[in-house]
C-alpha cells in the first residue's frame, strides 16, 4: 500500500486499482481533485488490484511502480503509469524505468509479494475488478466521479 496524506487524517480514501484499467485512469484525475479539496483531512491509500487475465499488461506495469517505491518515486511513477495507460509495452516500461534512473523494470520477489498481498487484501474485502474505493473504511457503492466520491466523504465527515 502507499500512501499520500497524514495518518491521523479525518478522512481516508483507498482504492484498489489496475493501471491498465480504465476506470483507474479516469479516478487518477478524480483522486487528485479530491485531495485539492480536502487537503490535509483526507489520507488516500492506493493498493494494486491488477485484473492479469483482462489486462495482461497491468502486474508488468504493478512490479514497476514496486520498483519506483524501492527508490522513493512510487507517486511519480504512478501518475506516469495512469496516464499513459496505451503505452505498457516492455518498452515503454523500460524507458519509464530509465527516466526514473531505476536498474529495471522490477520482477523481484519482494515486489511480486507487494502486488500480490494488496491484492489477496483486497479479494477479502470484497474486491472483484476495476477501480474500487473505500470511504473511511466502506466500500463505495456507486459511480467513481469527483461529484459522487467527494460527496461520500462529505457525508462521512459530519
Not at 488516500?44 to 485484473?51: D, K, N, Q, S, T
Amino acid at each position: 500500500m502507499h500512501v499520500q496524506g497524514r495518518s491521523g487524517a479525518p478522512l481516508s480514501l483507498v482504492e484498489y486499482g489496475d493501471y491498465e484499467s480504465p476506470e483507474a485512469g479516469r479516478a487518477f484525475g478524480v483522486v487528485e481533485r479530491i485531495q485539492l479539496h480536502y487537503g490535509d483531512r483526507l489520507r488516500f491509500e492506493f493498493r494494486h488490484f491488477p485484473l492479469v487475465d483482462a489486462h495482461p499488461r497491468a502486474m508488468p506495469a504493478a512490479l514497476l511502480a514496486e520498483a519506483a517505491a524501492d527508490a522513493d518515486a512510487f507517486w511519480g511513477m504512478h501518475a506516469l503509469l495512469l496516464t499513459h495507460q496505451d503505452q505498457l509495452e516492455d518498452g515503454d516500461l523500460a524507458r519509464y524505468a530509465e527516466r526514473f534512473g531505476l536498474p529495471d523494470t522490477g520482477g523481484r520477489r519482494e515486489h511480486h509479494e507487494r502486488v500480490l498481498h494488496d491484492m489477496a487484501d483486497g479479494r477479502a474485502r470484497g474486491v472483484e475488478g476495476g477501480s474500487v474505493f473505500f470511504v473511511n473504511g466502506l466500500m463505495h457503492e456507486g459511480p467513481n466521479d469527483f461529484t459522487t466520491l467527494s460527496g461520500a466523504l462529505g457525508v462521512s465527515e459530519g
